[in-house]
């Protein structure tokens, strides 16, 4: 046979390999969604008199347009993972507003979904998400003091720690400086097996050097903190500044009692690996051990708390 020298390497195959996790986290969100959150949800809504929410000073908040079977997932799961102690608000465009309540009308007592313009946009783009999280006035209309704010590649893998609230602003850890190298295996025109390719990724490249806490797609803030940081300095940050980098900036400024590393780290991860309460988008950047053992933790407290009696 003669060989006319090896076939191209597929397109951007970490991005390919990036997406086949994207696609597994949500077919696990699926499967806990059909098979135990459903169920659970059914049983909460058919209260005689439902309680609501136990802690009127702590409530969860996602801002979203989306009304997809994975919001509804993200939704129940950081409901049960909240133990009761918590409701949850939807933030949502006025053009998906009917949309997202009709997906949340059987949890009223539990879950809010209200209409907000972002600007002048229709929809929120990361562009709008943004900007609207470095307004003043959005954190200052949010029901509770204390908030933890979520988002559709956000999983609550157990109960958070109460304690993580009594800081003002707690996120995934940035690993600024790591990189992954994977190798790709690669065949020629015969079909025999050629050297791999190795490609890095580098993560966190955008966040300034010295920054640790953290990522804001999964975070603890305090209401009152976001407000002072948004008057004293929202109107320097870039349109284009992402609202987590805009606020871990000024932190050390505007917060005196700052969370600790081992908190931060047991709280969320994302780029580096930890045992924590909760992961945002941490299946892109894992190893698959990790992230399966991830799943399987967040299966059995699913299945732990499904099963405990709903007060």
Same mark, same amino acid.
């Given at each position: 046979m003669t060989t006319t020298g090896p076939s191209p390497l597929p397109q951007s195959p970490t991005h390919q390999l990036e997406a086949y996790r994207i696609a597994i986290f949500k077919a696990h969100c699926s499967v806990v969604l059909g098979t135990h959150l459903e169920p659970w949800a059914r049983a909460l809504a058919s209260q005689r008199q439902p309680s609501g929410p136990q802690d009127p000073h702590l409530r969860a908040v996602i801002v979203d347009d989306r009304p997809t079977p994975l919001l509804r997932m993200t939704v129940l799961n950081t409901l049960l993972m909240?133990?009761?102690?918590? *409701?949850?608000?939807?933030?949502?465009?006025?053009?998906?507003?009917?949309?997202? $309540?009709?997906?949340? !009308?059987?949890? @009223? %007592?539990?879950?809010?979904?209200?209409?907000l313009r972002a600007g002048e946009a229709d929809h929120f783009d990361w562009l709008a998400y943004?900007?609207?999280?470095?307004?003043?006035?959005?954190w200052a209309q949010l029901p509770a003091p204390k908030l933890?704010?979520?988002?559709?590649?956000?999983?609550?893998?157990?109960?958070?720690?109460?304690?993580?609230?009594?800081?003002?602003?707690?996120?995934?850890?940035?690993?600024?400086?790591?990189?992954v190298s994977q190798a790709f295996p690669r065949y020629g025109a015969d079909l025999e097996p050629l050297?791999?390719?190795?490609?890095?990724?580098?993560?966190?490249?955008?966040?300034?050097?010295?920054?640790?806490? *953290?990522?804001?797609?999964?975070?603890?803030?305090?209401?009152?903190?976001?407000? $002072?940081?948004?008057? !004293?300095?929202? @109107? %320097?940050?870039?349109?284009?500044?992402?609202?987590?980098?805009?606020?871990?900036?000024?932190?050390?400024?505007?917060?005196?009692?700052?969370?600790?590393?081992?908190?931060?780290?047991?709280?969320?991860?994302?780029?580096?690996?930890?045992a924590s309460a909760g992961a945002h988008a941490a299946w892109r950047y894992l190893t698959a051990a990790e992230v399966a053992e991830m799943y399987e933790r967040h299966l059995k407290q699913v299945l732990a708390l499904t099963c405990a009696p709903i007060s």
């Open positions: 909240g133990r009761q102690r918590w *409701g949850v608000t939807l933030y949502t465009a006025p053009a998906s507003l009917e949309r997202s $309540r009709a997906l949340f !009308a059987d949890l @009223a %007592a539990w879950v809010s979904v209200v209409g943004n900007r609207l999280l470095k307004t003043a006035a959005f933890l704010l979520f988002q559709t590649d956000t999983l609550l893998i157990e109960p958070p720690d109460p304690a993580v609230f009594a800081y003002g602003y707690v996120g995934s850890p940035w690993a600024k400086g790591r990189h050297p791999p390719v190795w490609l890095t990724r580098r993560f966190c490249n955008t966040v300034p050097e010295g920054m640790s806490n *953290g990522n804001g797609g999964l975070s603890v803030r305090d209401r009152q903190l976001m407000v $002072r940081i948004c008057q !004293a300095e929202a @109107a %320097a940050s870039p349109p284009e500044e992402p609202e987590d980098i805009f606020f871990a900036r000024h932190l050390a400024r505007h917060d005196p009692t700052p969370p600790p590393p081992t908190v931060v780290e047991r709280f969320s991860c994302e780029t580096a690996y930890h």
